[in-house]
């Protein structure tokens, strides 16, 4: 998804619902990317965008199966914890959509 992602022009979005959570990018020289994730949801419908690279860094930095997303509003930054490591903690703000 990163490969594909312009973040100057295209963040990689995030749409949550009630079962799932689906990533997606459009690049209008190489084409879009959608990939669905299975997640335990408790908050309401959104949608989120996020620099891809600062997204992918950010999650590169721990080898942890699973990670809880903490966020308030598609505007306030966002806190990646995960349980299986309690010493890793990843903030990251979104970016306007």
């Avoid at 990163?2 to 997606?24: A, K, Y």
């Avoid at 989120?48 to 505007?75: H, Y």
């Avoid at 306030?76 to 903690?89: A, K």
């Amino acid at each position: 998804m990163e490969s594909i992602s312009d973040p100057m022009s295209h963040p990689i979005t995030i749409e949550v619902n009630d079962s799932e959570i689906v990533l997606s990018t459009v690049n209008t020289y190489i084409g879009e990317a959608h990939e669905p994730v299975d997640a335990k949801i408790d908050m309401n419908a959104t949608t989120l965008g996020f620099n891809g690279k600062m997204l992918l860094e950010g999650l590169g930095t721990t080898e942890a199966e699973q990670i809880e997303w903490s966020v308030d509003s598609p505007t306030s930054p966002c806190v990646m914890i995960s349980p299986e490591d309690p010493s890793w903690t990843h903030v990251l703000m979104p970016v306007r959509m």
